[in-house]
């Protein structure tokens, strides 16, 4: 088949690693499909990617030495950004324009919405990737249509109530649509991801029709996305893409060998595993409360702390706990996560975190920080069943024996662990069977594939997908 005849799609993140992974997902995905992409990553990140069959491509953010860490504040970076990254972006469309494989479409990180004028001026197809989960990007679509108003802090007494969603009270809302003050150039980020959806092509989000259907239900009218998740590695869930056991992207260095041999040994699920991402930092005081609780349950644990974090330690805790626990600056949380020794994971609750363990079947303590956090707690711990949420105190810290109770009500064999268990080992099914051959997900994959494939085939503009 000639290169002409294969949709060409160019896929672009938003350059941090909670992002970079889930598009990078979808790249394998599509190659998978019979489609050529292409990442399309920021100078500074693009030495961090290393995955066959999807080609990289280097375009600039503004500040190629340093990226985000070299800007002074968000709103100057996406500036930046949008500057830098659309003639760049230009760029690498013109450049496979002149090959036998021009580019079809661009999928782009919602956060990056000037990209869908970068792929109309070549007229080629765009389309936005959500990587929140659906009921998160309800909540702001709401908000950018003008049905809720900021702030939004209901209380637990008159929770909010909106379509396809269970009631939320204060501590379920992404944190800066109650206090707007609070990280304003965040939430102006998450709102322009709406500015020009109704011009977009297609729009896919990183979840699946069985977790979050009835959103999908409620929302389609103003956000007619199509679920095309977990975006999770294939070995870990349907395993039709060969060697596919990572994600193929880390912007550090990964001390998985250590951990893997720390682990051997170890009785199955007798190990909790705690690592709260790549962006979020605890303070002093939730790291020791933290450090007690584990000292406490005598649990065997392994914990992930940036090295920047490690001076947040108790005194003497890593020398108390030697044998008991191991403390790494980073890891394959995947591969940790597929450990038969792991029990429990303890999460700020990132959407991607939260995927990887529903997809893994691993139990969860759910500590959100910030943002979208709060709410993917929520459905962790009431809606899908398949974790706890220790109750945070006037300061917002989550005491020692707080959590304590927590490890107890998961690692501890008993009707909640047992109640716990059964629904992780029933949501991990139903997400293998989402992209699965046949599943929802892969469903909807297979029709964005097989539209593109035919405007590739007949070169004709075809009715938007999404619409």
């Given at each position: 088949?000639?290169?002409?005849?294969?949709?060409?799609?160019?896929?672009?993140?938003y350059?941090?690693?909670?992002?970079?992974?889930?598009?990078?997902?979808?790249?394998?995905?599509?190659?998978?499909?019979?489609?050529?992409?292409?990442?399309?990553?920021?100078r500074?990140?693009?030495?961090?990617i290393?995955?066959?069959?999807?080609?990289?491509?280097?375009?600039?953010?503004?500040?190629d030495?340093?990226?985000?860490?070299?800007?002074?504040?968000?709103?100057?970076?996406?500036?930046?950004?949008?500057d830098?990254?659309?003639?760049?972006?230009?760029?690498?469309?013109?450049?496979?324009q002149?090959?036998?494989?021009?580019?079809t479409?661009?999928?782009?990180?919602s956060?990056?919405?000037w990209?869908?004028?970068?792929?109309?001026?070549?007229?080629?197809?765009?389309?936005?990737?959500?990587?929140?989960?659906?009921?998160?990007?309800?909540?702001?679509?709401?908000?950018?249509?003008?049905?809720?108003?900021?702030?939004?802090?209901?209380?637990d007494?008159?929770?909010?109530l909106?379509?396809?969603?269970?009631?939320?009270?204060?501590?379920?809302?992404?944190?800066?649509?109650?206090?707007?003050?609070?990280?304003?150039?965040?939430?102006?980020?998450?709102?322009?991801?709406?500015?020009?959806?109704d011009?977009?092509?297609?729009?896919?989000?990183?979840?699946?029709?069985?977790?979050?259907?009835?959103?999908e239900?409620?929302?389609?009218?103003?956000?007619?996305?199509?679920?095309?998740?977990?975006?999770?590695?294939?070995?870990?869930?349907?395993?039709?893409?060969?060697?596919?056991?990572?994600?193929?992207?880390?912007?550090?260095?990964?001390?998985?060998?250590?951990?893997?041999?720390?682990?051997q040994?170890?009785?199955?699920?007798?190990?909790?595993?705690?690592?709260?991402?790549?962006?979020?930092?605890?303070?002093?005081?939730?790291?020791?409360e933290?450090?007690?609780?584990?000292?406490?349950?005598?649990?065997?644990?392994?914990?992930?702390?940036?090295?920047?974090?490690l001076?947040k330690?108790?005194?003497?805790?890593i020398?108390?706990?030697?044998?008991?626990?191991?403390?790494?600056?980073?890891?394959n949380q995947?591969?940790?996560?597929?450990?038969?020794?792991?029990?429990?994971?303890?999460?700020?609750?990132?959407?991607?975190?939260?995927?990887?363990?529903?997809?893994?079947?691993?139990?969860?303590?759910?500590?959100?920080?910030?943002?979208?956090?709060?709410?993917?707690?929520?459905?962790?711990?009431?809606?899908?069943?398949?974790?706890?949420?220790?109750?945070?105190?006037?300061?917002?810290?989550?005491?020692?024996?707080?959590?304590?109770?927590?490890?107890k009500?998961?690692?501890?064999?008993?009707?909640?662990?047992?109640?716990?268990?059964?629904?992780?080992?029933?949501?991990?099914?139903?997400?293998?069977?989402?992209?699965?051959?046949?599943?929802s997900?892969?469903?909807?994959?297979?029709?964005?594939?097989?539209?593109?494939?035919?405007?590739?085939?007949?070169?004709?503009?075809?009715?938007?997908?999404?619409?």
């Open positions: 088949m000639e290169g002409k005849n294969i949709p060409h799609v160019v896929v672009l993140p350059p941090s690693q909670g992002h970079i992974n889930p598009l990078l997902q979808l790249a394998k995905r599509l190659v998978s499909k019979g489609v050529k992409a292409t990442l399309a990553t920021t500074y990140t693009v030495e961090s290393n995955v066959a069959n999807v080609s990289v491509e280097a375009i600039s953010d503004g500040f030495a340093g990226g985000f860490t070299d800007a002074r504040g968000e709103d100057v970076y996406l500036k930046a950004f949008k830098s990254g659309s003639r760049t972006l230009s760029n690498v469309i013109e450049k496979y002149k090959t036998s494989f021009p580019v479409c661009v999928i782009y990180d956060f990056l919405p990209a869908l004028d970068v792929a109309r001026q070549y007229g080629i197809y765009g389309g936005a990737f959500f990587t929140n989960s659906a009921t998160v990007c309800s909540i702001f679509c709401y908000l950018h249509h003008g049905k809720l108003s900021l702030p939004v802090n209901p209380s007494d008159k929770p909010l909106l379509p396809g969603l269970p009631p939320l009270n204060a501590k379920d809302l992404p944190s800066f649509i109650k206090k707007p003050e609070s990280n304003p150039a965040y939430l102006r980020m998450k709102l322009s991801q709406y500015t020009n959806l011009d977009t092509d297609f729009i896919l989000c990183n979840t699946f029709q069985e977790l979050e259907g009835e959103v239900k409620a929302i389609s009218n103003m956000w007619p996305a199509k679920f095309i998740g977990p975006m999770v590695p294939s070995a870990y869930l349907d395993d039709r893409i060969e060697g596919d056991k990572g994600y193929g992207a880390s912007l550090w260095k990964p001390s998985s060998e250590e951990c893997i041999n720390w682990l040994g170890k009785q199955q699920k007798s190990v909790v595993y705690i690592s709260f991402g790549s962006m979020v930092s605890l303070t002093s005081k939730q790291m020791e933290m450090a007690w609780a584990l000292e406490a349950s005598r649990l065997s644990f392994l914990w992930v702390v940036r090295e920047s974090a001076g330690l108790p005194e003497r805790f020398d108390s706990t030697r044998g008991q626990g191991l403390v790494v600056s980073w890891c995947l591969e940790m996560l597929d450990h038969p020794a792991i029990g429990c994971f303890v999460t700020h609750c990132g959407w991607n975190s939260t995927l990887e363990g529903l997809s893994l079947g691993v139990p969860m303590i759910a500590i959100p920080q910030w943002a979208d956090q709060l709410t993917d707690a929520k459905f962790i711990e009431e809606i899908w069943g398949i974790g706890s949420r220790p109750k945070e105190d006037e300061f917002g810290i989550v005491r020692a024996d707080e959590l304590l109770l927590c490890l009500d998961v690692m501890v064999e008993g009707r909640r662990s047992e109640e716990i268990r059964r629904n992780a080992k029933k949501w991990k099914q139903l997400a293998k069977e989402a992209v699965s051959e046949g599943g997900s892969d469903k909807n994959i297979d029709e964005f594939v097989q539209y593109l494939k035919s405007v590739s085939r007949n070169g004709e503009h075809k009715e938007i997908l999404c619409n």
